[in-house]
C-alpha cells in the first residue's frame, strides 16, 4: 500500500534523556484529532522515557485532506499510518483508541510494528450492533454527535456525550475540553467501520497485544472488548469506572498505568 498523498501533521513529545525504548506511536479515534492524546497520553509516556508520536490522520487536525474528508477511507488513513511507521527511526509500538485501533489492528496484521495497545477497540464485527443498541437506547446521541461537530455545545449535547461517551461523574470543564476537538468525520470511514464483519479477517500475527476497555464504556462493553483481546490472544485489562473516552477523562491515569507497566515488562 503506497503511503498518504496528503501532507500529514504529528505531534511529537520526546523523552527528558535519550532512551533505548522503541517509539511510541498513538492514532487517534473518528471525531478528533491527535491532540486527544495530547492532554494527557503523550506527556505522560515521554515523562516515563518514551519518544511519543501522534498522527493526525488525513482530513483531521492541521493534516491536509479536509476538503475531500467524507471520500476518505479506511485505507487511506491506513496508509497515513503506515507513512509515518516507515518513517521512524525503528518499528514502532503502536497505541490506538477507538477507530484508531482498527488502523492499529491492521498494521499488525502486516507484522509492521514491535507491539500493540488497543484502547476501547472497535469489534471485529464493526460497530454496527453497537450503534443498533444506541439508537435503541440513546435515539438523542446520534443528534448530539452531529450538534457537537457543528459547534452547537448545548445542554442537551453535552448531557449526551457525558452519558455516552464519559461517566454521569464528568465535570462540565472536562466535557467542554473535549468537545473543543470533536470535528467532522469521513462519511465512508463510518461505514467501513460498520461493516468490519463483513470482510474475512486477516490472520493474527504473534505480536504481543494489550487490551485496554473501560467498565462502564456505553460504546464498545467490556463483553465486546473481549473478543478484541481473544482475536489477538492478547492481554485484556479493563480499567474499573471508565467509559469509552478513558483517555481523556479523569480516569485517564488508571488507564496510562497498566499500559506503561505493559511495555517496560517488554
Known amino acids: 500500500m503506497p503511503a498518504s498523498p496528503r501532507r500529514l501533521h504529528l505531534i511529537h513529545r520526546g523523552p527528558v534523556s535519550p532512551s533505548q525504548r522503541p ?11 491527535a491532540r486527544c492524546w495530547d492532554l494527557n497520553l503523550l506527556p ?10 501522534a498522527v ?4 483531521h487536525g492541521h493534516s491536509e485532506g479536509r476538503s475531500v474528508l467524507d471520500r476518505l477511507s479506511l485505507d487511506d488513513y ?21 477507530m484508531g485501533a482498527v488502523l492499529v489492528e491492521r498494521v499488525l496484521e502486516r507484522s509492521r510494528a514491535r507491539a500493540g495497545v488497543l484502547m476501547s477497540p472497535v469489534p471485529a464485527n464493526g460497530t454496527l450492533e453497537s450503534a443498533t443498541r444506541l439508537f435503541v437506547s440513546h435515539p438523542s446521541f446520534f443528534v448530539a454527535v452531529a450538534e457537537i461537530t457543528r459547534g452547537e455545545l448545548g445542554p442537551r449535547s453535552l448531557n449526551a456525550l457525558r452519558e455516552i461517551y464519559f461517566t454521569p461523574r464528568t465535570p462540565l470543564q472536562r466535557l467542554l475540553e473535549f468537545a473543543r476537538l470533536v470535528q467532522p ?3 465512508r470511514a463510518l461505514a467501513d467501520l460498520a ?7 486477516s490472520p493474527t500475527p504473534d505480536l504481543p497485544v494489550l487490551v485496554i476497555g473501560g467498565e462502564d464504556d456505553r460504546v464498545f462493553p467490556p463483553s465486546m472488548i473481549e473478543r478484541v483481546a481473544k482475536r489477538w490472544r492478547g492481554e485484556l485489562h479493563i480499567v474499573p469506572a471508565a467509559g469509552h473516552a478513558m483517555i481523556v477523562d479523569d480516569r485517564w491515569q488508571a488507564c496510562a498505568a497498566p499500559v506503561l507497566k505493559w511495555l517496560d515488562t517488554r
Open 44 to 53: 505522560y509516556f515521554a515523562d516515563h522515557g518514551y519518544d511519543c508520536y
Open 56 to 59: 493526525d490522520l488525513s482530513g
Open 195 to 201: 461493516f468490519l464483519g463483513w470482510h474475512w479477517p
Open 185 to 187: 468525520e469521513s462519511l
Open 78 to 98: 491506513l496508509a497515513d499510518v503506515l507513512g509515518v511507521v516507515e518513517g521512524l527511526r525503528e518499528p514502532p509500538v503502536l497505541i490506538g483508541h477507538s
Open 23 to 33: 517509539p511510541l506511536l498513538f492514532v487517534h479515534g473518528g471525531y478528533v484529532d
